[in-house]
T-cell receptor, first 111, second 112 residues
Framework: GIQVEQSPPDLILQEGANSTLRCNFSDSVNNLQWFHQNPWGQLINLFYIPSGTKQNGRLSATTVATERYSLLYISSSQTTDSGVYFCAVELGETSGSRLTFGEGTQLTVNP | EAQVTQNPRYLITVTGKKLTVTCSQNMNHEYMSWYRQDPGLGLRQIYYSMNVEVTDKGDVPEGYKVSRKEKRNFPLILESPSPNQTSLYFC???????????FGPGTRLLVL
């Protein structure tokens, strides 16, 4: 099956710093999404981004489908950004609408 | 308020005792899905449903059943739970496909 790899696995920042999280995938995909799980376990969809670049406040994401990677940028990080960031890919049409997740990047933002 | 609800939130059970975790959404979404989350393994999709009476397997369907008899509900059934099904389970829904999913609060299951 498809491999989804995220890096780094762990990241510790001081408040105000910028960071880049990476998601590599091993096969062609229909779409790619980024999620955030806060320290209380709540999961929130951040971006649905099969290709190109999107921005939402201090967060932005870029997917280069032809090179099979996506990047999530966090600027001016805040303590509320802490948690785990997952990327997930939806395979091609022959695989229906299944989602395969990476193992996540654990982000800690210290005050 | 638009939301996805799961019940129960916490459950301790014993091997072999059938259980059902309910999931309900009030957003008239067509797509619903179940995931399990385990340390070191991230999130894995169990089953998903594109619409009423349409369900399909995710990456880890073994040991689980689902049904989608009405749009708002998507229960997860463990006919004979085993300790390896101890996990944190999330239900999610979205309008038409797996994009922009709304997640429930999670159900923490312990099978002894």
């Amino acid at each position: 099956g498809i491999q989804v790899e995220q890096s780094p696995p762990d990241l510790i920042l001081q408040e105000g710093a910028n960071s880049t999280l990476r998601c590599n995938f091993s096969d062609s995909v229909n779409n790619l999404q980024w999620f955030h799980q806060n320290p209380w376990g709540q999961l929130i969809n951040l971006f649905y981004i099969p290709s190109g670049t999107k921005q939402n406040g201090r967060l932005s994401a870029t997917t280069v489908a032809t090179e099979r990677y996506s990047l999530l940028y966090i600027s001016s990080s805040q303590t509320t950004d802490s948690g785990v960031y997952f990327c997930a890919v939806e395979l091609g049409e022959t695989s229906g609408s299944r989602l395969t997740f990476g193992e996540g990047t654990q982000l800690t933002v210290n005050p | 308020e638009a939301q996805v609800t799961q019940n129960p939130r916490y459950l301790i059970t014993v091997t072999g005792k059938k259980l059902t975790v309910t999931c309900s959404q009030n957003m008239n979404h067509e797509y619903m899905s179940w995931y399990r989350q385990d340390p070191g393994l991230g999130l894995r999709q169990i089953y998903y449903s594109m619409n009423v009476e349409v369900t399909d397997k995710g990456d880890v369907p073994e040991g689980y059943k689902v049904s989608r008899k009405e749009k708002r509900n998507f229960p997860l059934i463990l006919e004979s739970p085993s300790p390896n099904q101890t996990s944190l389970y999330f239900c999610a829904s979205s309008l038409t496909g797996p994009e922009t999913q709304y997640f429930g609060p999670g159900t923490r299951l312990l099978v002894l």
